[in-house]
């Protein structure tokens, strides 16, 4: 599961760079109708933001179950070592 919250915070931050892409666009071309794209960029911040956080708080160490504060090779609390 943390594999695909990876996934889709990557995934929403690309679309989101595209989709001011595309607004920043519509705005050099006189087109000032762009309420559909804010709030495809404003839900695209929010997964993101759900995903990146989903993961932060699911980084637990396997042995233990403390949650792990850095990506070293041992627990900090345990002493043994994550895969």
């Known amino acids: 599961m943390r594999k695909i919250a990876k996934w889709l915070a990557a995934i929403s931050i690309a679309v989101f760079a595209i989709d001011w892409g595309v607004i920043g666009l519509k705005l050099l071309d006189g ?29 637990r160490c396997p042995h233990c179950g403390k949650m792990k504060q850095s990506f070293g090779k041992y ?9």
């Open 31 to 59: 087109n000032y109708d762009i309420t559909a794209d804010v709030y495809i960029g404003l839900i695209l911040l929010v997964v993101f933001f759900v995903s990146v956080l989903y993961v932060k708080l699911t980084n």
């Open 75 to 83: 627990c900090p609390y345990c002493g043994k070592e994550i895969n």
